[in-house]
């Protein structure tokens, strides 16, 4: 006896159906193989990211160096807090200068009374440097190399940052150091906070040293400490 189209046609319906059925099992099991492996992979890429990041804002704050170097013919000062018996200088690479250096500052009333107010801000008491009150007890110096008065600011070497790229780790005045892209960890005892201030526990600030540096011994030494996955990350201007 012949087969009916009407057989044929439901043998068809029953092969399409299970055929779906199967194809269907076999996406849903890759989608989870998938899955699996991105929730894995997914911290290590954020680790890249991290690492990525910092790097490339390196490069960016290096070149801006080499370009204050080209103007003024030396590298912006560190902070250097004493010297050790050998005369070897002692630097605090953690709060320095290094910020107040690449924009610049115009000198206002030259002499007993004057301050710095950093280019591109309004004269306020806000931005206002004393010499001893603010410039030497932060930074142990009583002034800075890129600085000029309002007449001759066309000497000053400026670069510009963005509102993420540096922090104030005082008020009134402030007081701005550069920091790296990724913020420092929070509550973790193995990492303590580089700023003990309090609110300002993640800020992690560019290390900088150009007095004797330890890397460079003919340029400088600049650095970012990035806690990636646990560990602690020197990403610095020297192969690492």
Known sequence: MKPTLNSHVRSAAR??????????????????????????????????????????????????????????????????????????????????????????????????????????????????????????????????VNAALSNNVRRLYHHPFNASQHVAISKNPDIEVLVAPVPWPLKDPKFPSPIATAGLEAVNPWRYVSSNPTNNPTGFDLWAEVIIRGQKRIIGNWKN
């Open 15 to 144: 092969a399409a159906a299970g055929f779906t059925l199967i194809e269907l099992l076999a996406v849903i099991s890759i989608i989870a193989v998938l899955a699996g492996l991105l929730v894995g992979l997914a911290p290590q890429a954020a680790a890249r990211m991290k690492e990525s990041k910092t790097r490339a804002e390196l490069e960016k704050l290096v070149t801006a160096i080499e370009s204050y170097k080209a103007k003024h013919g030396v590298y912006p000062p560190d902070n250097v807090t004493g010297r050790d018996s050998f005369g070897t200088p002692i630097v605090n690479p953690v709060i320095n200068p290094l910020y107040y250096e690449l924009v610049g500052l115009v000198v206002h009333r030259q002499g007993i009374g004057g301050y710095f107010v950093p280019t591109g801000y309004e004269d306020s008491a806000t931005t206002r440097l004393d010499p001893d009150a603010q410039v030497r007890v932060n930074f142990n110096r009583d002034g800075f």
